[in-house]
C-alpha cells in the first residue's frame, strides 16, 4: 500500500534558522510527489511537484529536492510569514487520480 | 478565475439529518475530489470523478454519495449524518494531460460539525 511519513510533527524555527522537512514514501510506480502549504483554516495551496529522482525546484527561500524513498524541503533564512503547515503528498501508477497525503509537518518561525 | 469554491463555508448538523456540499471550478478540469481533513489523520480522499457523469470510491467512502452532472461540479452528500463525520473537507480538481497537470488544486473547505 502507498504510503508517506513526514517528520518531524512539528518544528519552531528562530528567524533566518534554516532546516528541513522530511517526507519518506513507499509507492509502487511514483509519478509525482508534491508539496503543499497550509495555512489555519485554508485549502492546501501548491507549491512543487517533483517527478524523479535527482530532481530539485525552488521557490523564493524554499527548495524540494527528491531520492527513490525520501524528499526533502529545505527552508533556508525563514521569515514568520513561512509560518504555516507543510503537507507531502504522492501520485502512484496503480491508483489514478490518488493523492495519498502525510500528516504534515507544523511550521512556527519566530521572530 | 476564482479556481475551486465550496459552499457552505461552515455548517452544523443534528445527527441523521442530510444536506450537500457544492463543489465547483472555472478551470476546466476533467477530474474532481472530495477530502476530509481530520486532525492526526491528514487528508483522506472520499470520493472522485474522472469526468462528467462519473465517479468512483475513495478510501473513506462509506456514509456519503456524489454526483457530477456538470463538468465544473461535483456534490458530496450525506443522507444521515453521524458525529464521525465532524471534519473539514475539501474538494480539488486537475487535469492528467501530461505531467505539468498532475497538481490538485484546492478549494477554501467547509467546515462541518455533527452533534
Known amino acids: 500500500e502507498d504510503q508517506v511519513t513526514q517528520s518531524p510533527e512539528a518544528l519552531r524555527l528562530q528567524e533566518g534558522e534554516s532546516s528541513s522537512l522530511n517526507c519518506s514514501y513507499t509507492v509502487s510506480g511514483l509519478r509525482g510527489l508534491f508539496w503543499y502549504r497550509q495555512d489555519p483554516g485554508k485549502g492546501p495551496e501548491f507549491l512543487f511537484t517533483?517527478?524523479?529522482a535527482g530532481e530539485e525546484k525552488e521557490k523564493e527561500r524554499l527548495k524540494a529536492t527528491l531520492t527513490k524513498k525520501e524528499s526533502f524541503l529545505h527552508i533556508t533564512a525563514p521569515k514568520p510569514e513561512d509560518s504555516a503547515t507543510y503537507l507531502c503528498a504522492v501520485l502512484g501508477g496503480s491508483t489514478l487520480g490518488r493523492l495519498y497525503f502525510g500528516r504534515g509537518t507544523q511550521l512556527t518561525v519566530w521572530p | 478565475n476564482a479556481g475551486v469554491t465550496q459552499t457552505p463555508k461552515f455548517r452544523v448538523l443534528k445527527t441523521g439529518q442530510s444536506m450537500t456540499l457544492l463543489c465547483a471550478q472555472d478551470?476546466?478540469?476533467?477530474?474532481m475530489y472530495w477530502y476530509r481533513q481530520d486532525p492526526g489523520m491528514g487528508l483522506r480522499l472520499i470520493h472522485y470523478?474522472?469526468?462528467?457523469?462519473?465517479?468512483a470510491k475513495g478510501e473513506v467512502p462509506d456514509g456519503y454519495n456524489v454526483s457530477r452532472l456538470k463538468k465544473q461540479n461535483f456534490l458530496l452528500g450525506l443522507e444521515s449524518a453521524a458525529p464521525s463525520q465532524t471534519s473539514v473537507y475539501f474538494c480539488?480538481?486537475?487535469?492528467?494531460?501530461?505531467?505539468?497537470?498532475?497538481?490538485?488544486?484546492f478549494g477554501p473547505g467547509t467546515r462541518l460539525t455533527v452533534t
Open positions: 478551470m476546466n478540469h476533467e477530474y
Open positions: 480539488a480538481s486537475n487535469n492528467e494531460e501530461g505531467r505539468s497537470h498532475y497538481e490538485q488544486y
Open positions: 470523478s474522472v469526468g462528467e457523469g462519473t465517479t
Open positions: 517533483l517527478y524523479s
